[in-house]
């Protein structure tokens, strides 16, 4: 019930009452019913809260408002930061102020104060006036501190270890410095980063949260920093710092077991920036007084895992006082080249704690440890043993058929934790410089009981917030959306991989773009996907060609292949989409232009049947049905990618006013277009590969003739069905499959699709148990035994892609994109497979939008959240009769204009606000 209607609901009573008891109505006049409050909240400074390290001349700034009420719009806001956040909010001693601008945007405002200087830290706070001439109160202050712009503001060293030989896969270096303060610390700030990965100590703790740090950037061009606040570590008097590296993505084994990749050597950059109590500054830069020595850590790997030897640890090395007197003096490197940005995306982080599901004895007769959820992180185990036994942990996605440890599809990863206890004491460890991707826990060298009380795992990813919520009222859809959310954390380290188990966890571009448009619904990664991206323009060829990988490990060769190369443009409208983000667009519109033109270059009129391509990867090869493999041409997929690419640049060139682009690649598209009808398509319509995928590609990048669609749309179905309404694609298919099919009326074979629970389906993996996404269709085949183990990961998160046709069909929920971002809402579920109820929450810049919809004995309820300052257009599916809006009908509603209805649909403009909608829903006619 919305404000309006309580304010109704409250006068009928007042009035009966005053009817019942005779009581004068003047007394209940004299109650004045306020209304709700409106606030600004969530304020963000490129996409983060609070951010110490910014690195952008005019930073984005956003924030939602907050109000119960319907039809809150803003209509203008105004926008004050400041030098000091007591002044700022006593309305004084501004640098930069808006005034009051007319305007309802409240996203991605640009910062338009005078030039900051590295270092500095200004404050900002918001208020908003809205559509019934109310103003907010000022919003809570907010900070951004900028991070250090020039190079001239690095007075550190880059400072490497006394080894001269290749110590790949050797003894993690440790570096240390003590020093002393005699004045009492204001402020101090870490500038840190690391060829390898790196942990820091201040005074015996740990700085920050950040596993794996700097990242993973193309660092031949580009090596993050990290900006850690550390005042609380600081202390007048003694003081020590260290920082242990470990080999990470810089120097340590990767894809066919190369190594070395970017260097080396490892080395670390620090500096340790002060402000006195009195004003006055100090900085402590890693230099040649530095100490280095090597400690407990004696290999770390991201395949292979760590060995620690316990024995060799050095008590309090990181702690004031320490005797250092052994440890070797560090050299410096002056060649190392000026290439340092500040870190963008979230940073990796520990979450979610897993204790052990049950623990038992397999038919081998090895100890293993069920975790019951197949994550990526580590064991953070708390055991006793005698000083020199060894402990090693293995890690497993699954068991085999007869039940056993099964690690063959690691290839050469051996996911491996080595521990060597130094006395009987208890010990706890987790480990450092590795992560490891499994369910399953062998633990060899260790004869005591394993439980929850000495035994955990937890999750390590990037740490983005979970924007989006899924359910329906079946159990097999939740857990496959479980498994979706999964398997995104999983391979969201840092750069979106592949699969984070065996020896590759690459940036594979292929599984990101199929998967980006799940991605920004279930989680914030618009930072994440931005950072990528600019690594992709770094490692990108001159003539364009795009890498197999970002950021790219692999030979010259390995690039220019469709539906992998194309997430150069799908990736950035995407998020430009989600986010309303048109500066991802600026930012990659050059490279978006590199790789068409690479495209044209070798084409021949204008069709691009040239050079290698993954084709539709792995689709659904074995098969027993009459008409065939669903093998599709790897030339038509090209051409439709091809043409795919260059409506997204379209699209990207009038948002950013490049009318010239336009009119250019428009006419490109249309031969492109032309080419693909003549040599994959007959005149009546038919595609030379008559597979699910081509008839997908084509019909969901719009390159079949209007007067062709619909029947090539009933031949997709056709073939559905003579696979007994199976999906056949591979990973570039897959995405689109049920989009199609929806688009063209036929909701209800995609959901036979999606309810499909054998194989090939989005429910068998679930049937047998996964928790994650499998890379597969058939990973564990229908007899139990194990696809090729070469190329099976049960944790590929590529399928997963049909995670956006559940929260943009099944829920409903998706974004205008004339108006993007969610500022215009579109709300048009549409029930079936036999589903009772789905529930859709999306978390989005403007706040939050939920569409939940059920059915009960034929009536259909539907209610919606849509946030303020934004619209949305409702689309009721199947109505028959009367549409009741929080019990009142829909049409006497202020709040609902524009209503339509078109065929058995109803559909309406609403506001901001709540809405409860119920009717009798249409039974769903027969398949055609």
Known sequence: MNYIQQVSVLKKVCFSIVLLFSVSLSCFCQVKLLPPPITVDNLICEYKTNPISVAVANPRLSWKLVCPERGIQQTSYEIRVGSNAVSLTKGKDFIWGTGRIYSDQSIQIYYGGPMLASRQKVYWQVRVWDNKNRVTPWSMVNFWKMGLLNRADWSAKWIQDTYVSDTTGGPAPMFRKSFKLDKKVRAAHLYITAHGVFEAQINGKRVGSDYF???????????QYNVYDVTSSIQKGDNAIGVTIGDGWYRGYTYNRKKNVYGKKLALLCQLELVYTNGKREIINSDKSWKVAYGPIRSSSF???????ARKEKIGWTNPGYKDMTWDTVKTDSTIKDNLIATAGPTVKKHEKFLPLKVFTTPAGEQVVDFGQNLVGWVQFKLKAKAGDTIKLYHAEVLDQKGNFYTK?????????????KDDSLATFEPHFTFQGFRFLKVVGYTGPLDSTNLAAYAVYSDMAQTGKFSTSNPLVNQLQHNIQWGQKGNFIDVPTDCPQRDERMGWT?????????????????????????????????DGAVPYVIPNMLDSASSAASGWSDVATIAPWNIYLAYNDKQVLQQQYESMKAWVGYIQLH???????TGNHFGDWLFYAGTNYEDGAALTDKNLIAQAFYAHSTQLLINAAKILGKSDDVQKYSQLLYNIKKAFNSEYVTPNGRMISGTQTSYVLALNFDLLPENLRVSAAKRLVKNIDDYDEHITTGFLGTPYICHVLSRFGFTDIAYDLLMKES???????VKNGATTIWERWDGIKPDGTFED????????YAYGAIGDWMYRVIAGINTDEADPGFHKIIIAPKP???????????ETLYGKIKSAWSINNGIFTLDIVVPPNTTARVVLPSVTDQITESGLDFNTEQEITDIKKVGNDEQMNVVSGSYHFVYTLKAPGKKI
């Open 213 to 223: 740090a700097p990242g993973w950037t193309s660092y031949n061009k580009r090596i």
């Open 303 to 309: 395949f292979d895992g760590e060995v620690y030897d």
């Open 409 to 421: 599809n690691l290839r050469t990863a051996k996911q491996e934790i080595t521990y060597v206890f």
């Open 510 to 542: 292929g599984d990101a773009q199929a998967f980006c448009r799940t991605a920004t619904f279930n989680m914030d990664v618009a930072g994440f996907y931005t950072k990528w991206l600019k690594d992709l323009t770094a490692d990108q060829h001159k």
């Open 603 to 609: 084409s021949r009129n204008y069709l691009w049947d």
């Open 759 to 765: 194989y090939p389906s989005w429910l068998y993996p």
């Open 789 to 796: 183990p070469e190329m099976n990961s049960f944790n590929h």
């Open 832 to 842: 079936g497979g036999k589903l009772t109820s789905a529930q859709g929450e999306l």
